[in-house]
């Protein structure tokens, strides 16, 4: 049965009509907000290399699980005693104690170096930092720091900057076939600038050459924070991060970058031991993430 339609049922309907079509294209020309993503939060880590320099494996591990810190990166010759002396059991049972943990992943600090004039010495540190990547992989750990450590007088930095990347190219192909990632530190006498470390990875010539970003005042010169970062960023496989109260250093600009490069990356407190190391790291770790607005 057809609707009569008379006056008042048309301007009814088109009325209806009117307001859908309205609605419609409001939601068109102002759609609805998006919630942006959460950005993942950077990680805090601990390297022994004051803090926690006297600490054995399960005071560290008791004191980062308290602390909230989740990655350790042990520095050789400490007390911990992660050696490439452990014999076969007992680097399982490093192993299996940090995997028993809350402590995400661990990695190893060498002070191996590759600058020496010296061409012996050179390849003494070329196979120690091998043995190291074994002993790295044996106990579970995902990466190993190694030094450039400085410029020899009576060398061309350019030589130097290419013996440094062979070397570790060399290193690098054994690091790749264990699972464990070498990281050339942004450290030295002269060495401790990122450019140099551009020159040295562009000299090895491998995928398999990482860095360690130190977090050093070098870091804002020659162009500034973002352009240096942006020489490595791809390369870069861990932080060492120093006094987060020093405002000379852009840490709130840094953490932000690397955020937006790679959130995986661990970084690990190099800072002086305390006499309360365990409210030490909770205000750390506090004063990170409130650089990162996660607190």
Known sequence: MKQKINRRNFIQTAGIAALATASVNTMATNPEPKIPAKKTALKVGLMTYTLGKDWDVDTIIKNCTETKFMHVELRTTHKHGVEVTLSKNQRAEIKKKFA????ENISLASAFRYHYTDKKLVKENIEGTKEYLQLAADVGAIGIRVFPNAFPEGV?????MEQIGKALAEVGVV??????DPRVCVHGKGTNRVSVIKKIIDYSESPYVYVNWNCDHNDVEEGGLVKNFNLVKDRIKGVHMHDLFDEAYPYRQFFELLRKSDASIYCNAEIKKSCEPITLMKYYRALFLA???EI
């Not at 028993?100 to 402590?103: E, Q």
Request: hydrophobic share 20%; no cysteine.
């Open 100 to 103: 028993d943990s809350a402590i």
């Open 291 to 293: 650089y990162q607005n």
């Open 175 to 180: 690091g790749n076939n264990l699972g464990v």
């Open 156 to 160: 061309s930095h350019e030589q130097t």
